[in-house]
């Protein structure tokens, strides 16, 4: 039996064999999975008109997907058909592009149409991401409280994948993987074993992590402190642990590192994704572990921690001599006129502030249970509850929960991880009210506890408040409200506008960001900007284009070479544009003043753009 840092001795705690842990996971996690899957299905499949999730990175995954089944390179990342002349080097991982191309050549051979093939693999995987992500959310609970908490957490998780959108078919893109990889590496280190498989699945994890996406860098970091402070608090008890997190992170970065980043690129240093940077810093890190658990662990606990503190010193000084760049906002080199007519406007990326005065009614959703999960964490660890553990789960919740401060997005994470907390405890108080059936106090804890557990519960209330009992029970209402879109609100993403495009023979599109994507999908064409922080030129060069006056717009028209011009006029960034510059191109075109230089193209019925060709 193992114990806590309080000294208190760990209820059930015992070590147990796999198979009894996983006798009871493995067929609850199967009928919740098989309940999720049928509610999404019958949710979705009624309404839906498109096999393709509504955000933009869903569509450029596709995108990218497609090219590299058409026989783009492994190692080659750049989306030519996005940007100006060269294209544009995206900072997306191949790791997430293989399982769907995959899928999408297994389904071939069932299928008619490559398009039928699409839809079943983007269906297929966000769904079996779900499964994923309950079972590692099942196997957490189960090691932190048994069976009656892998219940209570299975379903509060099935409840927040239902709301959150982003495990329905069509969701290609990659935050789903990584809410399921954080799930798992939290289920790791809650083996309360301090078993060495375990650390090592989680070591290994947190390198997938880093090469899948830097969005969750902060809290992979923080699971690698975790570790580090484990180790220079408990010692030789948890040298194994240490050694086989450590070392699998060493290992598994490499092995990303050599698998995803071309020979030519392994002394680049980027800041949104796996480079020398990120591999660098956890290389080190992890070898410095690995090293101070296998030579260290007999130390006294001062001579850990001197040690732990000599570690981090290593790792902060290489990170000032290699990465110095990524120490602040990845964001930072963002030109001001994309910070304030693109960045500004993408919801994902707003800090909690704009969330509260744009969304009041939703705000609760995404913040609410992330703080209440520290609370509970906090008071927890005040009464002396099994301390460590509250301790670890402590610390995931508040960093993802200090991230979504900065940009709302961090709030799926917070959210996911605040259900490990919060079932733990909503076991414990539904003990005590079977307990004391006749103290309501008892009771009505357990169910106030529940509910603000369920993030769309605080949306429901928020809507109540703002909108009105009706409008608040729109089950449509409350699952959207749960979600974040990056997109900026265009209107001209149908397929009937894509239709009018794909007739043209391959050009140069200037279009909204927000229709970059689907023009790219649908279209041969290549196209100036889609909403990507690293196509900074082609963006650029659309506004310019748009808030220049027309004689001034023809040059720029010209230098990047666009043959046709998608004017959208229904656009939110198009209508800013036309807005600052009266006397600019959109401006002027809002108003029905056709410069010289364009042409009108005819329309069709449903057709939202206004194409003209730039006249040569």
């Known amino acids: 039996m193992t114990y806590s840092m309080s000294g208190q001795a760990f209820p059930g705690d015992e070590r147990k064999a796999p198979a009894g842990l996983f006798s009871h996971l493995i067929p609850s996690v199967a009928v919740y999975a098989v309940i999720l899957i049928v509610a999404i299905l019958g949710f979705y499949l009624p309404t839906t008109t498109d096999y393709i999730g509504p955000d933009n990175d869903d569509v450029m995954r596709l995108v990218e997907v497609r090219d590299f089944l058409n026989g783009q390179g492994w190692f080659d990342?750049?989306?030519?058909?996005?940007?100006l002349e060269g294209g544009t080097l995206m900072h997306w991982s191949r790791l997430v592009d293989l399982p769907i191309a995959s899928l999408i050549l297994l389904f071939s051979l069932f299928t008619d149409s490559r398009a039928q093939a699409e839809a079943l693999a983007a269906m297929v995987w966000p769904l079996g991401l779900a499964v994923g992500f309950l079972f590692s959310l099942g196997l957490?609970?189960?090691?932190?409280?048994?069976?009656?908490?892998?219940?209570?957490?299975?379903?509060?998780?099935?409840?927040?994948?239902f709301t959150t959108l982003r495990f329905y078919p069509g969701a290609l893109d990659h935050h789903n993987i990584q809410l399921t990889v954080l799930m798992f590496i939290a289920a790791m280190l809650v083996d309360r074993r301090m078993g060495g498989m375990s650390h090592g699945f989680a070591g290994f994890s947190a390198a997938f992590a880093m090469a899948i996406g830097a969005e969750t860098l902060p809290v992979v970091a923080m699971?690698?402190?975790i570790v580090a402070l484990q180790w220079a608090w408990?010692?030789?008890?948890f040298e194994r642990a240490a050694r086989s997190f450590g070392l699998a992170l060493t290992l598994g970065i490499s092995f990303f590192f050599l698998a995803t980043v071309p020979p030519s690129h392994y002394g680049t240093v980027t800041c949104d994704n796996l480079s020398l940077g990120f591999y660098a810093l956890a290389a080190i890190g992890g070898t410095g572990l690995f090293l101070a658990a296998r030579f260290g662990s007999a130390l006294d606990l001062r001579l850990r921690i001197a040690s732990l503190a000599g570690l981090g010193l290593i790792v902060g000084l290489a990170a000032l001599l290699i990465a110095p760049q990524c120490l602040g906002n990845p964001l930072g080199d963002l030109d001001p006129l994309l910070v304030s007519l693109w960045l500004n406007a993408v919801v994902e990326a707003q800090p909690a502030l704009s969330q509260l005065r744009v969304a009041p009614d939703t705000f609760g959703g995404f913040y609410a249970v992330g703080f209440f999960a520290?609370?509970?964490?906090i008071f927890r660890i005040q009464d002396r509850e099994r301390v460590e553990t509250h301790l670890v789960l402590l610390a995931l919740v508040a960093t993802a929960w200090a991230i979504s401060l900065i940009q709302v997005r961090g709030a799926f994470i917070s959210n996911a991880l605040a259900i490990l907390p919060l079932s733990l405890i909503i076991t414990d108080?539904?003990?005590?009210?079977?307990?004391?059936?006749?103290?309501m106090n008892a009771g009505f804890a357990y169910i106030i506890t529940v509910l603000c557990a369920v993030p769309v519960v605080w949306v429901f209330f928020g809507a109540v408040s703002t909108k009105g009992i009706g409008n608040a029970l729109t089950l449509r209402a409350l699952t959207n409200a749960t979600a974040t879109a990056s997109d900026t609100g265009s209107s001209c993403r149908d397929v009937a506008d894509m239709r009018v495009l794909a007739a043209i023979p391959p050009v140069v599109v200037a279009a909204p960001s927000d229709s970059g994507a689907q023009i790219l999908r649908y279209t041969p064409h290549r196209v100036l900007t889609a909403?990507?922080?690293?196509?900074?030129?082609?963006?650029?060069?659309?506004?310019h284009i748009g808030l220049a006056q027309p004689k001034e717009a023809e040059a720029f028209l010209r230098g990047a070479?666009?043959?046709?011009?998608?004017?959208?006029?229904?656009?939110?960034?198009?209508?800013?544009?036309?807005q600052m510059k009266p006397d600019g191109l959109y401006a002027q075109l809002e108003k029905g003043n056709v410069p010289a230089f364009l042409q009108p193209l005819p329309a069709v019925e449903g057709q939202r753009f206004q194409l003209y060709r730039v006249i040569p």
């Open 234 to 237: 408990h010692g030789k008890q």
């Open 223 to 225: 699971a690698c402190v």
């Open 77 to 83: 990342l750049t989306q030519y058909r996005l940007g």
């Open 374 to 377: 520290i609370m509970v964490c």
């Open 140 to 161: 957490a609970c189960r090691r932190l409280g048994g069976v009656a908490t892998m219940h209570i957490g299975l379903g509060i998780g099935a409840i927040y994948l």
């Open 561 to 578: 070479k666009v043959s046709v011009l998608a004017f959208c006029p229904n656009d939110v960034q198009t209508m800013n544009l036309a």
């Open 429 to 439: 108080l539904k003990r005590n009210s079977n307990a004391e059936p006749e103290n």
């Open 531 to 543: 909403p990507y922080h690293r196509n900074q030129s082609g963006m650029l060069t659309e506004l």
